[in-house]
């Protein structure tokens, strides 16, 4: 009996009698601590989870803070940016305007047509080899940059369409309709891509070999960026009315070294017009071109033909 506690519960019911042996007892001491542990440990993850909560909300302004902090950042960055081009863009447009004036000072001067009469009088075109002509069709600007378009201005002085001033234009322009596709002329990497809403507007320039450039104006869409390689005939961007621009157009540039060509004899050069380029485009060393072009054409075929005869010799 000394190990058993009654508990007597009366009612209008009667009495009812409950006894508690020493397991019983054991059981409902081990229970009790059991919740006495449980709600410790729930007011300790209550606590924690309060403190966690506390802590992210601090952790949430911090970050608003530094992305607030950030986001002025990039605001003044692009605006740098923004600066930068458009300063970059000035001084390019003073290079060509340099580049231009020296030009004209060569010509009066005569030293282009001395040299280049030499060279023509030692160029003899019809024993370029058809191999070499390929080559050179293909990594200096040849063709039209846009399809069955009509020229509506073209390389030399004209009076401005927009400030009405006698002004050299440096390149041709191409009467073609907003979002007409424009085409690589010629190998080479996108050196430039230039989205601006003044001057020349969205701008593409491509470096080519042998010191060659072309370059495009007042367009509506870029399909490269800058550091891609394109070969011709590449799908490059589309034609539109951005910068300074009377009207939906395609501004076409060639330049050798910097200096601006004109682009017509460019544009009309094929097999069927080899010689053209020859005739009509002064202040180029055509002769040493058509050289290095030789050597680097000879010695891909000899490296063709070591490796044709290679395959041979296993295959037997």
Do not use: C
């Amino acid at each position: 009996m000394k190990d058993k506690i009654t508990v007597s519960i009366s009612s209008i019911y009667g009495t009812k009698h409950f006894s508690f042996g020493k397991k019983s007892r054991h059981t409902i001491r081990v229970a009790s601590y059991a919740i006495l542990i449980g709600i410790i440990v729930t007011a300790g993850i209550i606590y924690y989870l309060l403190n966690q909560a506390e802590f992210s909300k601090l952790k949430v302004k911090e970050l608003e803070n530094k992305s607030f902090s950030l986001s002025k950042e990039i605001t003044s960055l692009t605006k740098l940016k923004t600066n930068l081009e458009s300063d970059l863009s000035d001084r390019e447009e003073r290079m060509l305007l340099v580049s231009d004036r020296l030009n004209d000072l060569e010509k009066l001067l005569s030293m282009d047509d001395q040299g280049d009469a030499a060279l023509e009088s030692r160029l003899d075109t019809a024993a370029i080899h058809s191999s070499v002509r390929v080559v050179m069709l293909t990594q200096i600007p040849s063709g039209p940059p846009v399809k069955n378009a009509r020229i509506s201005s073209g390389y030399g002085y004209r009076i401005h369409p927009i400030t009405g001033k006698k002004k050299f234009h440096r390149g041709q322009d191409f009467a073609v309709k907003r979002g007409t596709k424009v085409y690589a002329p010629a190998d080479g990497a996108i050196e430039v891509v230039r989205a601006s809403k003044e001057g020349s507007g969205n701008f593409i320039r491509i470096f080519h070999t042998y010191g060659f450039s072309s370059s495009y104006s007042h367009l509506s869409k870029f399909a490269v960026k800058r550091g891609d390689f394109v070969k011709k005939g590449d799908l490059i961007g589309y034609s539109g009315n951005t910068g300074i621009s009377s009207g939906p157009h395609l501004h076409y540039e060639v330049r050798f070294v910097g200096r601006s060509l004109d682009p017509k004899p460019f544009v009309d050069w094929d097999v069927d017009n080899f010689d053209i380029i020859f005739k009509k485009i002064r202040g180029v060393g055509w002769e040493s071109l058509v050289e290095k072009v030789e050597l680097r054409v000879s010695h891909q075929l000899q490296l063709s033909s070591q490796k044709a005869a290679a395959l041979t010799d296993k295959s037997k």
